[in-house]
């Protein structure tokens, strides 16, 4: 009796989980995507301005300070 319900105890997981479920019932077609899209890679220009810079750091005691002055202006290529 003990053989009989140890057995059945065993094969309880195995036959539940043969049983058919809902996902493995459905039947499952894998197409390979052959039409794809082509993509299509536009080249960026990138656009340069100069630009006129009337001010510098400069060192000071307590740091560093934006002086805005005429003469030492220089012009810088910034991307736009």
């Not at 989980?17 to 993509?39: D, F, K, T």
């Not at 220009?45 to 002086?67: C, D, F, M, S, T």
């Amino acid at each position: 009796m003990k053989r009989i319900l140890l057995g059945t105890l065993l094969a309880l997981p195995f036959a539940i989980s043969s049983l058919p479920s809902q996902a493995s019932a459905a039947e499952m077609i894998v197409r390979p995507n052959v039409h794809q899209v082509g993509i299509v890679h536009k080249t960026v220009v990138a656009r340069y301005e100069r630009k006129l810079i009337r001010a510098h750091w400069q060192n000071v005691r307590r740091g560093n300070r934006w002086v805005k002055v005429r003469v030492p202006a220089r012009y810088v290529t910034v991307r736009v």
